[in-house]
């Protein structure tokens, strides 16, 4: 079993730094890579998301070698606190 798409996302990001949505896609190609919904636009979405409800900020960004945008973010202690609290340690 699966977790929700964007729980995944949160849960992934609970031991580590900081991540950009390309960094959390590739941890996750594995598990959800053959998914319709697994693109890069949804999973800015995600991101988007959990920064919204306060579970993630907006660490850094910057540029790459191709000029495209790229957002690092890291996990809030309300974030760790939903993991805890949600995600049976199974998945972590």
């Known amino acids: 079993m699966l977790l929700p798409a964007r729980t995944a996302v949160l ?9 950009n949505v390309q960094e959390v ?12 919904q697994f693109n890069q636009r ?14 993630v900020e907006l660490d850094s960004y910057n540029l790459d070698g191709n000029d495209e945008l790229l957002m690092y973010y890291i996990i809030t202690e309300e974030g760790r606190k939903t ?3 949600y995600v049976d340690k199974a998945y972590r």
Request: aromatic share 10%; net charge neutral.
């Open 25 to 36: 896609m590739a941890q996750l190609k594995s598990q959800y890579g053959e998914e319709k």
């Open 42 to 55: 949804l999973f800015s979405e995600h991101l988007m998301a959990l920064e919204a409800n306060g579970l």
């Open 11 to 19: 849960n992934q990001m609970y031991d580590r730094k900081k991540y």
């Open 83 to 85: 993991v805890d609290k």
